[in-house]
């Protein structure tokens, strides 16, 4: 999807857009004031004052009608310059414009843009005549607060985009709506998948039994391939003191990103952004040899972090999160290969959900940045020339980014090109020489003496909340057999006769741990078969009189209109196959 506030022309375009929607406003409601109208990554918006109005979707389409009428009236752009004097007399009647110059430097120009009877405080740059805004669609309004604080009066905001040619904004709509119809939180509240309620709390989502059963799916399949690799898995508490986090450096650098500490008896604990400092408390719970290295300790691990109210979406991003993590604890000369080995994995389980569009991105320190990142030059330069050395070794294609490390050291993280919409963030392999030191940890080497190790955090989906986000909106909720909550469904033709059948298929089937449904109810096949169809079950079997006769089962693919019909041990061997595709 194309972001508007990066394309320098189309910022332009939309920013006079803004102008535009400014004034055709201006003229149905003549009382109206105007805040701000900026350029966002979808297009633009402004924030307004209509007094006692209340925006009504119809309302959109008047503005956009008298928008095009201004718009064809062709009137030029003109810049002006004011002094700030000449501006608080100009803009003397509207508050919010006296509150902006107020604000600006003594002694700096201020720039006005008139177009016909309407004239902005504005740095532009615009387009030359309204006339080239004339592709353009207001998208949606909402109320918004003056300069953002809850205790100012609610302002309205509408949206909108612009493009130079219909094409062009044909096509980004049709994306918008794409977006629309695979929105996790569309499908994830028609699929009872997740649901949030304002008594739990923003950015907490209830996981219900569907989507609990895909995590678990999730959970099982990550869990059995981490076994084989060696990792043992651990319980921690969600919770530590504020020591801990003294300890590990945390308190210091990542506070702000934490909900704030509690005081039980005397001592003060934090809800745990990350899993890592329980971990180092496992690590060195017992002495090491460097023969045991490395110790691989996994956990499917709650966290907390404080993440803007604005910010939190659905599972893609939460308050409370479940990561798939691990700290890998390695010698110095184990790095290359322990790496390696999370890269492997990290393809491999693309490769298992089909996922091709990522790239690698080199996450650095900002090393002016003395607050987010742990001050310690020659630990970060020998981190992240290691990882430099260890991504050209293993010739992985990868962008480097500054400022996006962790504050103990450098990351290696895939960002993941979704269907539709920007890119997310899934998985991450970091390279740590700081906790390890925080935490005193050790381990006997070869001559009998104390070395630190080192270690790498790495966690393959992410989080489990957002890979399922991601999961759903690339499936459109249509999963893999394996993964969907309801496998089969059956429906018997005829409740009366073929009832008994087909609950012996249904119990055949959960014998053998299949999540099975038999729809039992008094209404026409055909109901049923959509109502099956609609919920996108991967399997709907069909029972009547002949499958009762012949002890046959009949069954539908989703998608598809054939019905085929097999005997049960075809049909088992046919569901076995299908579990196996991971995609
Ligand atoms: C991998 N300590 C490491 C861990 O050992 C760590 O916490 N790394 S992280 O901060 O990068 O988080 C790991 C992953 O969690 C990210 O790659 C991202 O996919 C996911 N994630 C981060 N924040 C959120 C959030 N607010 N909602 C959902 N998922 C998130
Ligand atoms: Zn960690």
């Not at 740095?123 to 918004?144: A, N, Q, W």
């Not at 990792?231 to 530590?240: A, E, K, L």
């Not at 962008?399 to 490390?405: H, R, S």
């Amino acid at each position: 999807m194309i972001n508007i506030k990066e394309n320098e022309k189309l910022s332009i375009l939309n920013h006079s857009c803004a102008h535009l929607l400014a004034q055709a406003v201006s003229h149905l409601y003549p009382d109206a004031k105007f805040w701000v109208g900026p350029v966002i990554s979808e297009g633009f918006y402004y924030d307004m004052d209509l007094g006692d109005v209340t925006l009504k979707e119809e309302d959109l389409e008047k503005i956009e009608r008298e928008m095009k009428k201004v718009s064809k009236d062709g009137k030029r752009i003109v810049r002006h310059e004011l002094t700030k004097e000449e501006a608080l007399e100009k803009f003397k009647n509207d508050p919010y414009k006296i509150d902006l110059i107020e604000n600006m430097p003594e002694g700096e120009v201020i720039f006005c843009y008139t177009q016909g009877d309407f004239t902005d405080l504005c740095r532009g740059p615009h387009v030359d005549t309204v006339k080239e805004c004339k592709y353009f669609k207001l998208l949606k309004f909402s109320g918004s607060y003056y300069k953002g604080d809850a205790n100012n009066k609610v302002l309205q905001r509408i949206y909108g985009v612009c493009f130079p040619t219909e094409e062009e904004l044909q096509e980004y709509l049709n994306e918008l709506e794409e977006m629309k119809q695979r929105d996790h939180r569309k499908i994830g509240k028609e699929q009872e998948i997740f649901m949030n309620h304002e008594l739990v709390g923003a950015g907490m989502p209830l996981w219900l039994p569907n989507g609990a059963i895909i995590r678990k799916q999730l959970e099982n399949y990550i869990y059995e391939k981490e076994q084989k690799m060696g990792y043992q898995h651990v319980y921690t508490p969600c919770v530590g003191t504020v020591n801990l986090y003294k300890t590990s450096g945390h308190w210091d650098h990542y506070k702000e990103d934490m909900f704030t500490a509690m005081k039980i008896d005397d001592e003060e604990f934090v809800l745990r952004p990350m899993n890592c400092p329980h971990h180092m408390l496992v690590y060195k719970n017992k002495l090491h040899s460097y023969r045991d290295l490395p110790i691989r300790i996994g956990e499917f691990a709650t966290d907390f972090r404080y993440e803007a109210s604005g910010a939190v979406k659905g599972l893609e991003r939460v308050r409370c999160m479940c990561q798939n993590d691990a700290h890998l604890f390695v010698t110095p000369e184990q790095i290359g290969e322990e790496f390696k080995k999370v890269v492997d994995l990290i393809l491999a389980v693309y490769k298992d959900f089909g996922i091709k569009n990522y790239k690698f991105r080199l996450s650095l320190r900002d090393p002016e940045d003395k607050t987010k990142y742990f001050d310690d030059d020659e630990m970060w330069n020998q981190a992240e020339n290691k990882l430099r050395e260890v991504l050209n070794s293993l010739n992985i294609p990868y962008f480097e980014a500054i400022g996006e490390a962790a504050f103990y050291g450098p990351k290696l993280d895939v960002e993941v090109k979704p269907a539709v919409g920007p890119e997310v963030t899934l998985s991450t392999c970091q390279l740590d020489f700081l906790l390890p030191r925080r935490f005193e940890l050790n381990y006997i080497d070869q001559n009998g003496e104390k070395q630190t190790p080192v270690v790498i955090h790495r966690a393959i989906f992410g989080t489990f909340d957002r890979f399922t986000a991601f999961l759903i909106e690339e499936t459109k909720g249509i999963y893999p057999l394996w993964l969907a909550p309801t496998q089969v469904n059956i429906i018997p033709v005829n409740m009366e006769y073929h009832a008994k059948y087909s609950e012996q298929i249904l119990h055949l089937l959960q014998e053998k741990g299949y999540r099975v449904t038999l729809d039992a109810r008094n209404e026409k096949l055909s109901y049923k078969m959509r109502e099956s169809v609609m919920k996108k079950i991967p399997v709907t079997v069909i029972l009547g009189q002949k499958e009762v006769d012949e002890n046959l089962i009949s069954y539908r693919e989703f998608g598809s209109e054939e019905t085929i019909t097999v005997t049960k041990e075809e049909f088992l061997k046919y569901i076995e196959k299908r579990m196996e595709e991971k995609k």
